[in-house]
């Protein structure tokens, strides 16, 4: 018969987090971000337990981390994934025996039991003493060893040597250990967690009015956006676009023979997903435009979007990889009785699916060999999630360094699970949510819950896409609100960047997006107009860089404000503390009294502290939970208040006299 | 190369719910009891899913349960588990590719697609039913074949027959169809969700002052029981009882020679934990109780301590299931420095484990054979985990209908973990909570969170073990306001019953349990004074009887009233609709505003409604959210309304003039 425990043990590991509650999927963090590891462990009675934390880089060595005993059976570990890439991480639990038995003898010592009866129990202590002793190197064995003699010999003073527990905890064959599943967390770069996006069709930044720009011209914009404070330039397709079914102004199914087609009709002639716009300057100019970017600091992120225009070299190459109606035709993408004739979806589900995937991972491998490190993937909801599943993985073990970000406008199960499948950063519902329950429902479900272990929201106000109708009636103000609420309640934001500085914001009659988009066409922007948005974007840009409060989304709370178009949250990370009050009306003057969480901002109850206003360089001194609060849209309908512990008063200094 | 589906799928089960959400264990159900499934499926794109839930008891046929779309990508279905034990069950989903073309293809026909657009389309319909007819049942297959010849024949209307549609639907080869993992539901007897307990000790039902009572004894007391609506008795061990170290009065640590000794010092040269008390009559006179009980409709839950007295047989028969200690004597329960010399507990870790387990669990099944189907299981968490899954998985697998109490009074972890591994009822903190807040906190995280999925509370408000100061201070109301409460906020409830129905309440100096204590001494109950809370009891399990919305947990809803001092809680079921205010102040008369949840309650806005108040009979009519209650403590501290959602008013009778 075997020993007990070589089949059961009575160690019980209830529990493991952080980890995703559904499904076997990675949970993501940053590099050198601390991952808290909290498991639940018990046994019964009331033996000492040991836990361990074990942390494996996908192909190295494994790392232990002594995990410590809090209140409630739980035991914490944390360790810091200092590289990129996948990581596991499980915990093992066993009996402390001997620090059991040592905490009963210390206690029968204490009270003073008859030495025979401690003699009896030093054998106990002895007999694990030499169980321990058989693997332990040579120098330890031997003292473990002497320390077992004296306990045989009845020395009943000798355990309270505390080296016999020292020796015993870094020699315990830990007999009955238990361990948990392996979790994973995947480990992104900081950009992908806190960063600004900056949106601009480089075919719009010729300075001649009606022009083609070129990446030489949209180069020559870059200087600008990062003095901003923007981290990313994201560019809609620079591919070649198609000529069949070309798309005119505002959508128009038949194009003008001038008119340049949407960068989504991607493919022509000259190229597909690999190749630039030759308008653009072709690969060359991209190159330039990439060195540029570097120059500024900036990263470059391209649009995938995975479709076809009829005129794109794969159609020909590789007609296999397209749906075929029966009558041999390609089978354009359609909404019957609508069909999108300028574009043709590729057939994932096709006999030669290995190969056209191989090709369509390709493309990314493309672009990352010329720099480019982050991806805004168009609509990959309407691609097999098993397609992202292996596409991803397989990119991110190459290279951990890309970031994808998902743009799934669907419903939320979809995007949910691209988020857990390996996006790392999302498009969110965020620019319809504007009143302040909308806002307060949806952030607490996003920071609050499992979702922000893998979901990491990227908030945008508007996109070529998106115009809501919040920015059209609200002009200016609401463009300031949106930002701001865009740009404090997410460390990760962007913004389709020239209409909105510009507040040009008509609304298309039948959909909601831009009138005269330019997505079919060639703009014209003012791109040093010192009536624009600019300066508020630089203002927000570097209060965000200097508080690192704004560069975490699960710190995120709501606080009390008595009016129900306002919105005030808090955002605390060490040392830093932010209070952000946002009003929502653009029209009208509104006023609020809030409530500020004074424990939970490690502020003196009864003495007063002050609140430095970031937006306006404005200090006040402020005393008390309740304050009221005017925000009036025509001025700025906004306060981000950093909050400052202490206040130096006269009484400090007279310490001093 | 193998075809796309063979390999992966564009189906992806995202969740599946009810589950467990930490750990492989079944959640829990009663017969009859429906298991609503909701799953969430998604596809990339817009092709329509099927599910299907498929159901299998332990050994039995797989049954299939279609599921039903709903919004947000999920999808339900409900079976009823109609007999007990362990079922499995998981979720099936394809792609319904007939129903996509289908319904694209109606789109295409009432948007008047030229007929030769809509022949091509025809082509993928028919190959599609082509492929459906391979596997059908002969009169269908020709069926099918004969509409996909329609269909290449370029028939554009046949489609437009439903009857395409129910055929395809019931012959789907449903290929690239995904399946979930399988959960599990544990099915139980009705009364381990819904059951009154009632505890005394037999040996305390002599009609002779300081005699030791029998069973025949005891058996007298079943019939009032069941009057006051009781469904079980529990009693603590009916086993002989060790002399050695035997404690007296109030654990004195020595017993004088009259006194009975505790029931939980379990053994005697009379007999261990399959014996009966020669003294309470022997197993000839537990038989004869067994068979009261039944005809009083009542059950029997014994008391099951695994621990023996020094004079327990095993210690002779088995010395190798017990510690030893070095010098070979065998260890008693210890917390050192103290000893309890009149327990010795056993060794799960010895080396004849698996005889001592078979042994214990051969004491239940031993009970069992004799009638018994409850078992109150004494300090489970003192016992390994990994042993009361063994015991229990196996006990549960011959006899399911056997229902298992833990009594474990212990941290969170060890007392759900204990509900996860198979027991079917729980004690819990109910008894340490007596605040509003305290009480509120804890029922939401008992009926609003996964542990309702597993746990199922039993409230106590006493036990021989434990008395409340509450109830010692508070006297009879703080009885009624405790009793209340435990009775009417969880379908399981019970009482320690002599002392709590006669308002005995004297604490020990020392302890917080009862002074005089029925656990070292036998002790004399008036058994029909009518003066005691009988007629409470009564009422109430009565009132709890008649609405099916006691009968079920997680329907508490605490409602809004403006007093800390007062409790108002919902509890809806189908059409019986309960709002119970409970006053928490044991002393002097409390009053507060309740607001009534009209649409929660299905109750009108703007005309009244009937409140009938099940503890005294009296009919109120109420109108619109806001009712002021008063409360006596000396009276009766709390109302328990049953809502009457129509009230007929003179107006109704109007209409038959």
Known sequence: MKSASERWSRVFITSVSPRVLEGDWPIKRTVGEPVHVVAGIIVDGHDQLCAGLYVTRLGGATEEVKMTPMHNDEYTGTFIADSLGLYTYHVRAWINRYGSWHEQYERRFEAKMPASELKIELLDGAALLKEYAVNAPQEQRKKLLAFAERYVNGD??????????????SNDPQKGAVQSNPLTVEVDRKLAAFAAWYEFFPRSTSQVQGIHGTFDDAALRLERIRDLGFDIVYLPPIHPIGTTFRKGKDNHPKAKSNEPGSPWAIGSPYGGHTSVHKDLGGLPAFDRFMKTADANGLEVALDIAFQCSPDHPWIKQHPEWFKKRADGSIRSAENPPKKYQDVYPLDFECADWRELWEALKNVFEFWIQRGVLIFRVDNPHTKP?????????????????????AEAFTRPKSMYTLAKLGFNNSYTYFTWRNTKEEITDYLTELTSTNIAEYFRPSFWPNTPDILHEYLTSGGRAAHIIRYILAATLSPIYGIYGPPY????????????EYADNEKYEIRNWNWNDPESLQGLFQTVNQIRKENIAFQEFRNLKFLKIENPLMLAYSKHSDSN????????????????????????????????????DLLKGERYIWQGRFHMIHLNPHSMPARIFQ???????????????
């Open 577 to 612: 503390s932010i209070v952000c009050i946002v009003s929502l009306d653009p029209f009208q003057e509104q006023k609020g009294e809030i409530e500020i969480p004074l424990e939970a901002l490690n502020l003196p109850q009864n003495s007063p502290f002050q609140m430095l």
């Open 501 to 512: 500085e510009h507040v040009i914001a008509n609304q298309h009659p039948d959909r909601e």
């Open 156 to 169: 009943i003073e000798a355990p309270l040597d505390e080296e016999s527990l020292q020796l015993a905890l």
């Open 643 to 657: 909050v400052m512990p202490r206040v130096r008063t006269e009484a400090d200094f007279d310490y001093f006299v």
């Open 385 to 405: 999630m098993a397609f992202w599943t292996w596409c991803l993985s397989r990119l991110r073990v190459k290279h951990p360094e890309v970031i994808f970000l």
